[in-house]
């Protein structure tokens, strides 16, 4: 039976210590601000925006929005995000994305200022994931995996990681995190052969493909990790990540439930760097 990574627990430490950080803000006068810039309806970004505009403000954050509609303008896009850079009031933005496809997703993201890029989606905060140097704020949700790891002593020097997935918001920033680690990183993706064969090879497990219940029976020995990432909405409409939770749970060692566990870790990430991004203000 593993032991179930609780996402909630680590969130509230992370906020406790936010929460300490935003007070001795308010001392001085300044109330961390984020702004959420969301182009369209998507029911997923709206998820996402309760869900960090909760945490955010019960950290002490004010949360600031901008929506516009799917047919907007690029350019009515981009005034925005430069009157945020201009406006020193507002300390970390949040775009949603992918963006409408009449849109230039790489200009519009490298429009944002690094300083006020709190989930890295510039190419300036990105290097800095792949460099190792703190040029910008990491992607949450990779960092979010990183503080579960940390929160629970797992130690990754020397042990085998397999990332599953290996886009830019997650999958490779988690690999190059895991590297940093000390972790021996393996990338699978669309083409790999023998998934399950690479992901048995674990002893830490990153599941981020997007696909419900890929990472299933065959995948999983013992003493193994397994976070899951994956937002899915299974064929009873519910909730569900990529690991075959049923399957994982009486082999791993330890592994994340979904709902409860990255999803909740990745606001309180977001909350702590609006908070340094206003110190660093
Ligand atoms: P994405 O679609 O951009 O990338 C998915 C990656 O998985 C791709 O690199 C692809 O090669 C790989 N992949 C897809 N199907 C695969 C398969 N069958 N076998 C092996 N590899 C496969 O998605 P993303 O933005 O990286 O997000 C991944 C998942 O994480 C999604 O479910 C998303 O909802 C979730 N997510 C969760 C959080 C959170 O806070 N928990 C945040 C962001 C994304």
């Known amino acids: 039976m593993a032991h179930i990574l609780s996402g909630k627990e ?8 936010t929460r300490e950080r935003t007070l001795a803000l308010a001392a001085k006068g300044i109330t961390p601000t984020l702004l959420i810039i969301r182009v369209g309806e998507n029911p997923g970004d709206l998820s996402y925006e309760r869900g960090a505009t909760r945490r955010c403000e019960a950290v002490g954050i004010r949360c600031l929005k901008t929506v516009l509609p799917e047919d907007a303008e690029q350019d009515d896009l981009l005034q925005v995000i430069r009157e945020a850079n201009a406006d020193a009031s507002v300390h970390g933005v949040l775009l949603f994305r992918p963006l409408p496809r009449h849109m230039n997703q790489a200009l519009i993201e490298n429009a944002l200022a690094p300083a006020k890029d709190v989930d890295c989606m510039t190419d300036l905060s990105l290097a800095g994931v792949f460099t190792g140097k703190k040029l910008g704020f990491p992607p949450c949700t990779p960092q979010a995996c990183m503080e579960i790891l940390d929160h629970f002593g797992i130690d990754c020097t020397g042990k085998r990681a397999v990332v599953i997935g290996r886009s830019l918001v997650v999958g490779k920033p988690a690999a190059m995190m895991l590297l940093k680690k000390n972790a021996t990183v393996t990338v699978c993706h669309t083409r790999t052969k023998d998934l399950a064969e690479r992901a048995r ?29 994956g937002i899915n909405v299974n064929e009873e409409g519910k909730l569900c990540g990529d690991v075959d939770f049923a399957a994982a749970e009486p082999v791993a060692e330890a592994i994340t439930p979904v709902p409860g566990g990255v999803g909740a870790v990745t606001t309180s ?4 760097h609006v908070v340094e991004a206003a110190e660093n203000a």
């Open 201 to 229: 090879e674990a002893d830490i497990l990153i599941a981020a493909a997007g696909r419900a219940g890929i990472v299933g029976e065959g995948c999983f020995r013992e003493g193994q990790i397994v976070l899951d990432v």
């Open 10 to 17: 680590v969130a509230a430490a992370l906020d406790a210590a």
């Open 269 to 272: 990430v977001l909350a702590r």
